[in-house]
């Protein structure tokens, strides 16, 4: 049967090939690759910890630790509640908190203070020192593990990168048969295969090397690698490329190109470059407090000299004066926003099924201008189904042709056929007689005592032309062939020795929810284009019943990264996929979107925020949390400066005591916690 093979289309300029280097047959072939991506990752590291402080991967906590800080800090602040508890019990918890979760913060803030890189850690390490000079041990201490926390989630997001490319590793197999100078077949390592050797690939097998078939007609899927939903039938001279699945006929190939060019190698390159070339992300309260915390300390500096030396007031009323806005403009309240409502975010968000690798992707979701899916499985369901039947010949009515087809259908193994044997007939007893499968052809067998055909159009119409000795030239059922596949369906023809019998059109359909996710996000004002590596009918058909902005289609992974980076130039990009072929694209974009059941390990480990139901509406609901959060980041930095302002005033005009500012810190903390578990409802 045919399906429509996506063109080979050169790689635009290579890439520097990765280092494969050889092994041993007890050394895993992936080693030496995991290896220098980690080397990789650890530069990406270092360059994101000099251009963000933020991260601090090194000497953050572990889970088990800030377990018992957050105990810690939690009792600290019920026993900090009880009239008769001991201070010094209060202050060891906190201490204790503190030290457990935050110690790599604390010193990371006093290295930026002392650079004069008044960022979030700056801004944390002078809240919780302001805290406990004060006394406000439990607050000292829920600052710190929330922060803490919240920097944990994010920091996994690294992780994440590096099993992505340990699952890409693992697609291609790490030997091949390879025919040696005296004609014989043996194991051979993929990386030590050289451009030009003869290579064979069994039934059920992945293909080890890019290549194009010598001998042999068979069916293969190459979703892993392009993305295409229908198995592939290829014959001789056809293109085949590393990790795609064979169907059920051997191959012989010639490799045409070394591993370490194979399109795989090239999708592995492309996620790593994607990943080391992603900025990272500054968040609204770092940005922030760069321009906030010097304000503050200029104007105490200026409060505690000015008066004294200009107007010659006392030196010692306007030092308290000045400490007593130190402590009003405390940031207490400013940095506990953050993690309290980002914590509050991920969670709302994990309830409804969506998981965020980190509160800087919550943050990206609203600045989303395009989004850009893959099809197949993504937008469709991934699996061909029947989306059309039309008998041909008019003496035959469509229950009989449904059975025919479904008989001869029951004993192929091609998908395309799978999709026809699962339609409901009524049994009749007949059994299929001198069945024979053709490879890139079709079936035929005797049913009733008549022949019958099920396959492609050509394969079919050369066994008709052949049977009867004569060429029929266009048929009228070409036409309405033409038609089928224009909407982007693989036809199946059924004829018996008279002709044509009918025509079974064949596509992957869409997913239920699809056309109310695109129209949701299209209401709140984001652009969407597919990315697919699908043919161009096929594609096109799925973006116009969607009435999507753009559609690109025989995409392979790379020119899918290419894609993503010119959209990028307009603004804000998300990338939902859920094959290894989008792996590249869903580092690059600024948000990648795995699908969480259908979509690979690698698809998976490499997105930023994984939809565990697969469910597109999730999309909207993530960007409208996205926004929700910000907002109530915003609110929250508005309610937390406006009390401390107006505290502030009343200092200056001399009404301001030491009690009043320390009651304007905490209170602003207790207002901002509450506004932010109000996302818990989103």
Known sequence: MQTKST??????????PLKFGCCSADEPATSSHTHAHEQTQANGASDAESSHSHHHHADGPGWWRL?????AAVSAEALGWWAGAPGWTVAALALLAVGLSGLGTYRQGLRSILRADLNITALMTIAVTGALMLGEWPEAAMVMVLFAVAEAIEDRSLDHARHAIERLMEVAPESVWAQNAQGEWARA?????QPGTLLRVQPGERIGLDGRVETGASAVNQAPITGESIPVDKQPGDPIFAGSINGMAELHYRSESAYENSQLARIIHSVQQAQASKAPIQRFVDRFARIYTPIVCALALVIAVAPPLLLQASWSEWLYKALVLLVIACPCALVISTPVAIVSGLAA???HGILIKGGAYLEQGRKLVWVALDKTGTLTQGKPQLTDMLVIDDAVDAQACQRLAVLLAQRSDHPVSHAIAALPFAGSGDEVHAFRAIQGGGVQGEIGGSTYYLGNYAWVRGELDQSTGTSSGLPAEAMHIQRLEAQGNTVTVLASREGVLALFAVADT??????EAIAQLRQLGVRTAMLSGDN???????GQKLGLDAVHAGLLPDQKLDAIKRYMAEGKVGMVGDGINDAPALAQADVGFAMGVLGTDTAIETADVALMDDDLRKLSRYIRLSRSTHAILVQNITLALGIKLAFLALTIVGLGTMWMAVFADVGASVLVILNSLRLLQK
């Open 510 to 515: 869409l997913k239920p929810e699809t056309q």
């Open 349 to 351: 968000a994990a309830r």
């Open 67 to 71: 377990a018992i800080a957050g105990v």
């Open 7 to 16: 063109p080979h289309v050169a790689h635009p300029g290579t890439p520097q």
């Open 536 to 542: 161009q009918a096929a594609a096109s058909s799925i």
């Open 189 to 193: 390592l993929a990386v030590d295969v």
